[in-house]
Nanobody, 126 residues
Framework: QVQLVESGGGLVQAGGSLRLACLTS????????TGWYRQPPGKQRELVAT???????NYADSVKGRFTISRDNTKNMVYLQMNSLKSEDTAVYYC????????????????????WGQGTQVTVTS
C-alpha cells in the first residue's frame, strides 16, 4: 500500500514562514502528482498547490507569490515553502499523491489512485 506522512506544521506569527514536508512511501510503481490542500476551520478543503512528477506546478490564486511547491523525486518528498503567512492561511494542511501501487499483473493505468495524509495543523497568529 501507499502511505503519506506530513510534517512541519506549527504556530507562526503573521508575516512568518513555515516549510511543510510530505513523504510518500510504500509499494509504489509511479507517483504522477502530489499536491497540498488545506481545510480552514468551518470551511471545505481547498487546493493550495500541486506538482507533477516532471515538475509542473499549479497554485491557488490566494497563495501565488507566497508559497512554493517543490519535490525531490529521489526521496519521494514534496515540500511546501510558505512565506508571508497570513491569518487566513490557518488551516489543517493535507498532502495528496496520485500514484500507482506496484501491481502483480504488471499492468498500470495512466492515472493512479489518490492517497491522502493525516494532515498537519498550521496556525498563523496576527
Amino acid at each position: 500500500q501507499v502511505q503519506l506522512v506530513e510534517s512541519g506544521g506549527g504556530l507562526v506569527q503573521a508575516g512568518g514562514s513555515l516549510r511543510l514536508a510530505c513523504l510518500t512511501s510504500g509499494s509504489i510503481y509511479k507517483i504522477h502528482e502530489t499536491g497540498w490542500y488545506r481545510q480552514p476551520p468551518g470551511k471545505q478543503r481547498e487546493l493550495v498547490a500541486t506538482i507533477t512528477w516532471g515538475g509542473t506546478q499549479n497554485y491557488a490564486d490566494s497563495v501565488k507569490g507566497r508559497f512554493t511547491i517543490s519535490r525531490d523525486n529521489t526521496k519521494n518528498m514534496v515540500y511546501l515553502q510558505m512565506n508571508s503567512l497570513k491569518s487566513e492561511d490557518t488551516a489543517v494542511y493535507y498532502c495528496r499523491s496520485n500514484a500507482n501501487p506496484i501491481s502483480s499483473s504488471g499492468i498500470y493505468p495512466l492515472t493512479g489512485n489518490d492517497y491522502w495524509g493525516q494532515g498537519t495543523q498550521v496556525t498563523v497568529t496576527s
